[in-house]
């Protein structure tokens, strides 16, 4: 029996897919540039396999992005920008700003999901 797909590594390997695709690179190609093989990077990309700390590593550099990105769905530059900004902010400030961005995310997802 199969074992049912995490929900996670079938969102990082949608990135995976589109950040090859934007770029033109085959699966082929993307596997030379990493080092791993091609069924890994296909799998990956189906969702079917997690990747570790080192072939992240290896799959972000070789798309020439950050992991935060593969991640996320984001670019590191936008998290810094935010940590930059609240670094300004007084500590016992600081978790009111935090505790506003916590309910604008909420607002942001589906009422099934709160």
């Given at each position: 029996?199969?074992?049912?797909?995490?929900?996670?590594?079938i969102?990082?390997?949608?990135?995976?897919?589109?950040?090859?695709?934007?770029?033109?690179?085959?699966?082929?190609?993307?596997?030379?540039?990493?080092?791993?093989?091609?069924?890994?990077?296909?799998?990956?990309?189906?969702?079917r396999?997690?990747?570790?700390?080192?072939?992240?590593?290896?799959?972000?550099?070789?798309?020439?992005?950050?992991?935060?990105?593969?991640?996320?769905?984001?670019?590191?530059?936008?998290?810094?920008?935010?940590?930059?900004?609240?670094?300004?902010?007084?500590?016992?400030?600081?978790?009111?700003?935090?505790?506003?961005?916590?309910?604008?995310?909420?607002?942001?997802?589906?009422?099934?999901?709160r």
């Amino acid at each position: 029996m199969a074992r049912p797909l995490k929900d996670i590594n079938i969102e990082i390997g949608a990135r995976i897919k589109q950040q090859r695709k934007a770029q033109s690179l085959s699966r082929e190609e993307l596997a030379k540039l990493s080092g791993y093989s091609t069924n890994f990077v296909q799998e990956v990309e189906r969702g079917r396999s997690g990747l570790s700390s080192e072939s992240m590593r290896a799959l972000s550099v070789a798309l020439k992005t950050s992991a935060d990105s593969l991640l996320f769905g984001c670019e590191a530059e936008d998290f810094s920008y935010v940590a930059r900004l609240l670094a300004t902010v007084p500590a016992d400030k600081r978790k009111h700003i935090i505790r506003i961005i916590e309910e604008a995310v909420e607002c942001t997802q589906p009422l099934e999901a709160r």
